[in-house]
């Protein structure tokens, strides 16, 4: 073992250990490693300066405790009988002690809903989770070893190709196992995040809260030893509550005291493949795909320069006479685009 290898499995050590030594780290770990306490007192500061360690109080009184940054990684053997919120309790939850309610609870929501769907779904059995924390934000990565979500979801609803389940996914109430999941932690997590991002067998479905729209591009990374990544971004300092999220996409319905998840935002440049027009009606049919789920479906045409005739026909005349009790609402629209659908409109 090399110099530099030996101090960071020091290192390592004193931050496993420090929460349960506050008072006597220094010795605990000179006894371990054979090391004098003034050796490890070095690597406490090295701690220390990388925020990773914070002290109290001091000569012989002085305390040593977890700092504002902190990190875990670990793999798992994906099986029935490993459970999510038994990860987060046991494994990832000091991360996050200190940190705003709101914040811990939405972390909360996308850690168990996103490792619930790699348990549940991925096909795979093996299961990697990192969760850091730096002074500004919070990131946390899963990745699973399985197909892989775009895959999963195009063969078993029978779509297009994977790309589409990509647009499919970004509605919400998408689900492969309607028994057991609703559809609704994806989406919802997607809108809890600063930045949510899925990359599968080098395709990246990107969520970024300071974009207005969704992002779909190949992704540089392949991973093709791997089937899915989940990577969920947020500030230490976020406002956002679980509550005002779910608000944003449910509307009262006409029983007092129930709601419902019945309105979505549907990104329609996610139905662009690559540079070519919207323009057709198959390609206006696979927008529409599974919005009768929904009693708002608001069509955000950020993004999109043109769209034809036919397109805009067969949403805002077609669709609409055909089914009435869904309300379309189209936004974002520059001029051409506007003009188009108020010809479909009749306006």
Sequence with gaps: MTHKEKGQQIRTQILRDVVHH????????????????????????????????????????????LGPV??????????????????????????????????????????????????????????YID??????????????NGEGIFRRIQRLCHLEDERHAIMELSKGKLTTDPERHTGEGIFFTSRMFDKFD????????????????????????KMEEAGTMIILKISIHSQRRIKDVFDQFTEDTLQVGTSQFNKTIIPVKLAQYGNEKLVSRS????????????????????????????????????YAHQNKETILLPVNMNEEVESMVNRALGI
């Excluded at 605990?28 to 406490?44: C, E, G, K, L």
């Excluded at 696979?286 to 067969?314: C, M, N």
Aim: glycine share 6%; aromatic share 14%; with cysteine.
């Design 22 to 65: 506050p008072n006597d780290i220094s010795n605990h770990i000179s006894t371990i490693f054979s090391i004098t306490p003034q050796a490890v007192f070095r690597h406490i500061k090295v701690l220390e300066n990388e925020g990773k360690i914070a002290t109290e109080g001091k000569g012989k009184g002085k305390r040593y405790f």
């Design 70 to 127: 902190r990190e875990y990684r670990r793999s798992f053997t994906i099986s029935k009988e490993l459970s999510e919120d038994i990860l987060w309790r046991n494994y990832f939850s000091f991360i996050f002690e200190g940190v705003s309610e709101n914040v811990i609870d939405i972390c909360q929501y996308g850690f168990t809903e996103m490792v619930n769907n790699a348990i549940d779904h991925s096909e795979g059995n093996i299961l």
């Design 131 to 144: 969760v850091s924390r730096t002074r500004e934000d919070i990131m946390i990565y899963i990745i699973d």
């Design 198 to 221: 899925i990359v599968s067998k080098g395709l990246n479905f990107s969520h970024d809260n300071n974009h207005e729209f969704d992002f779909l591009f190949d992704s540089p990374v």
């Design 283 to 318: 390609q206006a049919k696979r927008l529409l795909v599974r919005i009768d789920k929904f009693q708002y479906v608001v069509f955000d045409f950020k993004g999109v320069e043109s769209i034809g005739q036919a397109f805009a026909d067969e949403i805002f005349r077609v």
